[in-house]
Each structure stands twice: as C-alpha cells, then as structure tokens.
C-alpha cells in the first residue's frame, strides 16, 4: 500500500528526538521478520508507545499498523493521521471488525502491532492480557513477536502531567524472539508466554536504565518492585476498576 503519511511522520518523530536529546536504543531488531505478516505485541505504559514500538520495524525498513481505539480516529488532529498510517481503530463494542481487519492486513504480509494489555498499565508491570494477540496470530499463521518499551511514561502517562520537551530522556525498545502461534496450541498457554516474556524483557530495561531512582525521590514512574513509588499491581488493578466506575456513571449522566 502507499505511505504518503508515515514517512513526514516518522521524520517529525526523529526531529523532536533530536531537539529534545532523547536517547532512544532499540535492540533485538534481528527477531523481526523482513517478509511477511507478524503480529507485534507491545506492553503499554504511556500514550507514546506506538511511535517508539514502531521505532524497532522502521530500522529493517518496514512500517507497523498499530490497533487503536476508534476515539483516536475521531480526534480532529490524531484521525487523519492515524488513517493516513493505514493504522486500525478498535470499536470495543464491535470487536470483530477490526479483527477482520487485521486478519486482512496480517495476510497481506503487513505487520500489526497491538497492546494487549488493552490499557496503560499504573504498575509499569505487565498486566494480565487479553487474548486478542494469540488469535490473530494463529488465525493468519504468523509469527507473534514480543516488544517492550521503556521511558514514554516519563514523558505522557496516565494520571500525570505531560513531559514531552523535557531534555536528555532515555527510551529504550527491545525486540524478543517470536513465539510460534500453531493453531493446535492452546491460546491460553501462548498468552501466559507472551505476558511473560514481555515482563521478563521489560524488567531488563527497568533494570539497566540510566533513569534509576535516587534514595528519598517520588519516582512515581519507576515500578515499586524495583524502587520507585508507582501503585503495586495490585493497587494499580484498583485504580483502573474506579476509573472504569467513574467513566460508566459519567456515561450514564450523559444519557439521562
């Protein structure tokens, strides 16, 4: 398919990485098939991971069609965009249509990326993930290619205020190696190798950032497990079922 979006897109990334002093490493890019569909499946823990996942398919001359929520796609600034990228919006009450349309795309040879935590994780763990991954994998034949992102949260998270010219941040992109998607192996067993091997890679980031706490500081952005001061998992699972409270009493507001 023709681009004629992406590319002043991607250049207009790389020009605000260069303004800013932004350090971003992507490694593993070998794990990343040269021909063909694959689906890629990226943890998710602030609202620029798309551009840095993105990052790892552009260094072996490729593009990635990432899976978006549709209210992306009605944004009067995102939407042309997200639509000039051939990006795919997700209706979570009509799933099955971009599921075909990944199908599609996938069969096509495109890659695909998705989130499948399906929200941004407060722990900046890996949450439990959804099952939307696997399928696609299997239904199209394709390898599933784990990624895992880290230092957009710095940057634009959620719940916190937006950091997006501060200078000298590190991101760091990791491609892990793909998990063969057969149709005969259980899709719950494939998922919990996904979530796995996306914790496992992510932890090695968190690990070996030049971005570590200092003893005393707030590090709201850095998991608790290793130091920082963000929410357990399990305080971030109650968060996210009050924030899902909140947003269906404001919807029933709304409609009254």
């Not at 949260?153 to 000298?168: A, I």
């Not at 259980?186 to 971005?211: C, F, H, I, K, W």
């Amino acid at each position: 398919m023709a681009d004629l979006v992406y590319p002043p897109v991607i250049a207009a990334c790389r020009l605000w990485f260069k303004a800013t002093g932004m350090h971003v490493v992507v490694s593993g890019t070998e794990h990343l098939p040269r021909t063909g569909g694959a689906v890629i499946a990226s943890n998710h823990v602030s609202y620029l991971d798309f551009i840095f996942a993105g990052l790892a398919s552009v260094q072996v001359g490729r593009l990635t069609r990432f899976m978006a929520k549709d209210s992306v796609f009605r944004n009067k600034v995102s939407g042309p965009l997200m639509r000039g990228m051939s990006h795919i919006p997700v209706d979570r009450d009509a799933g099955s249509v971009s599921f075909r349309a990944a199908l599609k795309a996938l069969k096509a040879g495109e890659l695909v990326g998705i989130f499948p935590e399906a929200t941004i994780s407060q722990s900046f763990t890996v949450k439990e993930l959804k099952s939307g991954a696997v399928r696609l994998a299997q239904a199209a034949g394709v390898p599933l290619v784990p990624v895992a992102v880290w230092g957009g949260q710095r940057m634009f998270t959620k719940n916190h205020p937006r950091s997006l010219w501060s200078r000298g941040r590190h991101v760091f992109v990791h491609v892990g190696e793909p998990i063969e998607a057969s149709r005969g192996t259980d899709g719950d067993v494939l998922t919990a190798t996904l979530r796995a091997n996306l914790q496992s890679m992510l932890e090695v980031l968190q690990r070996t950032t030049p971005e570590q706490p200092f003893p005393g500081e707030d590090a709201w952005w850095h998991p608790a497990h290793l130091g920082g001061s963000a929410p357990t998992p399990d305080q971030a699972a109650a968060l996210d079922a009050e924030q899902r409270e909140a947003r269906r009493r404001a919807r029933g507001s709304t409609s009254d």
